[in-house]
């Protein structure tokens, strides 16, 4: 009769289904808790592995940062080199002109102003000359304006030439 499922159930059918239920209960809680410590553990592994490849990751983008920092500070060094080389040309070619300007002050004798070669140019066409004339690579002047070499000088300077030659 023990198998039969339409017979009355007694306390004692109860009281042992209640104690079935409670050791299947204790069971699946027991494997409830060893599977959730092994996800525990697995979601921590593959934590720690994420965590690794991270650190390696950030790690490579710091050299590759780095390394391109230094090769921007490279070309930066080669611009300034190369900007202080045409400062240091310009220079050079600034000192020959106001050089020659000297030079023509003198043969003019008119004393030294101190202005730039704009006003120096204007200056010497107040004078009737043209600033060609005197610097032939003044930008004021159209290339109309450009004497020939025997036309430049004057006949005083002919002069002097023939006699230095003598």
Known sequence: ?????????????????????????????F???????DYKV?????????????EQFLSDMEGRIITS?????E???Q???QGE?????????????????????????????GLGLRESCARLGKLKLTPRRIFPWCGDCSPSEIPTRSASTSPAHRDRETASRR
């Open 1 to 29: 009769m023990e198998n039969d499922r339409n017979s009355p159930a007694t306390k004692g059918d109860l009281v042992e289904l209640r104690s079935e239920l409670k050791a299947d209960l204790a069971e699946v809680r």
């Open 31 to 37: 494997e409830m808790k060893s599977d959730l410590e």
């Open 42 to 54: 697995e979601v921590n592994l593959r934590f720690q592995a994420f965590e690794h490849r991270m």
């Open 69 to 73: 920092n230094y090769r921007l500070a």
């Open 75 to 77: 070309s930066m060094l």
């Open 79 to 81: 611009r300034i080199k």
């Open 85 to 113: 080389g045409n400062q240091a040309a310009f220079n050079a070619r600034l000192a020959m002109l106001e050089e020659r300007l000297l030079e023509v002050e003198k043969r003019l004798h008119i004393p030294p102003s």
